[in-house]
């Protein structure tokens, strides 16, 4: 079985700065994609970023990437140059070799950015 | 149409009766996902198809829960004799490529939702 752990409910941030969202999962599988979505009050789900198990270098979109950790299993997510419409509820996602459709999600962390 | 869209959008039920959720994908896309989100929650698989066949259906909470895709494109989830436990949203969500046959390179569209209230 696997899990996806955040344990943060609520991160605030203002403006311009950076702020970091922890996940940790637990897989016993070797291959496997992570992902943060993003869930803004309109409730939409977005992709924000995906990471490959087996690749080495760390994602990077924009002003928003990943520093994967694979011994210790975690995936944080940073978000650099804050903007207002960053605030939303921010999911890390698993998906593994067993059952690639089969998402496991987080519980979220609600990112509020302030002016 | 431009994106996943799910019908009805709100659904009040009485305890014990059944309910019929719709799910229309984006037009091509071969895969397609049933989420039930509760609120403040993260999406909680239920389960997926890649064309008209049920890849997995391990997410199911029991067999009060049905889903089907019969031509490969619109899908329903039903659920049968409701509990107030069942009270959630019931996300939906596509993507293009066939899932089963390897990583998840494409990106899931997800539905704004059916809110399903059981009283």
């Known amino acids: 079985a696997q899990t996806v752990t955040q344990s943060q409910p609520e991160m605030s941030v203002q403006e311009a700065e950076t702020v970091t969202l922890s996940c940790t999962y637990d897989t016993s599988e070797n291959n496997y994609y992570l992902f943060w979505y993003k869930q803004p009050p309109s409730r939409q789900m977005i992709l924000v970023i995906r990471?490959?198990?087996?690749?080495?270098q760390n994602a990077t979109e924009n002003r928003f990437s990943v520093n994967f950790q694979k011994a210790a299993k975690s995936f944080s997510l940073k978000i650099s140059d804050s903007q207002l419409g960053d605030t939303a509820m921010y999911f890390c996602?698993?998906?593994?070799?067993?059952?690639?459709?089969?998402?496991?999600f987080g519980a979220g962390t609600q990112v509020v950015v302030t002016p | 149409g431009a994106g996943v869209s799910q019908s009805p959008r709100y659904k009040v039920t009485k305890r014990g009766q059944d309910v019929a959720l719709r799910c229309d994908p984006i037009?091509?896309?071969?895969?397609l996902y049933w989420y039930r989100q509760a609120l403040g929650q993260g999406p909680e698989f239920l389960t997926y198809f890649n064309y008209e066949a049920q890849q997995d259906k391990s997410g199911l909470p029991n067999d009060r829960f049905s889903a089907e895709r019969p031509e490969g494109s619109i899908s329903t989830l039903t659920i049968q004799r409701t509990e107030q436990r069942d009270s959630a949203m019931y996300r939906c969500?596509?993507?293009?490529?066939?899932?089963?046959?390897?990583?998840?390179?494409?990106?899931?569209?997800f539905g704004p939702g059916t809110r399903l209230t059981v009283t």
């Open positions: 037009s091509g896309h071969v895969s």
């Open positions: 969500a596509s993507s293009l490529a066939p899932q089963a046959t390897g990583p998840p390179a494409d990106e899931q569209y």
């Open positions: 990471q490959e198990a087996y690749k080495q």
């Open positions: 996602a698993l998906s593994t070799t067993d059952s690639w459709g089969k998402f496991q």
